[in-house]
């Protein structure tokens, strides 16, 4: 069974920065692209940013430039270094695994708790 547990939340200050990792167990990174999703309380879920089995990444424009995902394949891990933090940016964070094969199944992790305060 597939499983995505993710770890790396906590509190911070603004402007200082965290770093969140997703490590996937029961299958091989290599098969699934990989993101991860926040939502913060009263708001929808929302995408931060993506990286397919290839590499390639995108990012939603409010963390453009202070967000950086990356994946190793060797250690079933994506992660998410996230700098330059604001209040905005609290949320809880989601891991998602979306097979590269069409018909299979997605995953999501249980989430991390980001929270940005003074």
């Known amino acids: 069974q597939v499983q995505l547990v993710e770890s790396g939340g906590g509190l911070v200050q603004p402007g200082g920065s965290l770093r969140l990792s997703c490590a996937l167990s029961g299958s091989i990174c290599s098969i699934y692209d990989m993101g991860w999703y926040r939502q913060a309380p009263g708001k929808q879920r929302e995408l931060v940013a993506i990286?397919?089995?290839?590499?390639?990444?995108n990012y939603a424009d409010s963390v453009r430039g202070r967000f950086t995902i990356s994946r190793d394949n060797a250690l079933n891990t994506v992660y998410l270094q996230m700098n330059s933090l604001q209040p905005a940016d609290t949320a809880v964070y989601y891991c998602?695994?979306?097979?590269?094969?069409?018909?299979?199944?997605?995953?999501w992790g249980q989430g991390t708790q980001v929270t940005v305060s003074s």
């Open positions: 998602k695994a979306d097979p590269i094969l069409v018909g299979g199944k997605n995953y």
């Open positions: 990286i397919n089995s290839g590499g390639r990444t």
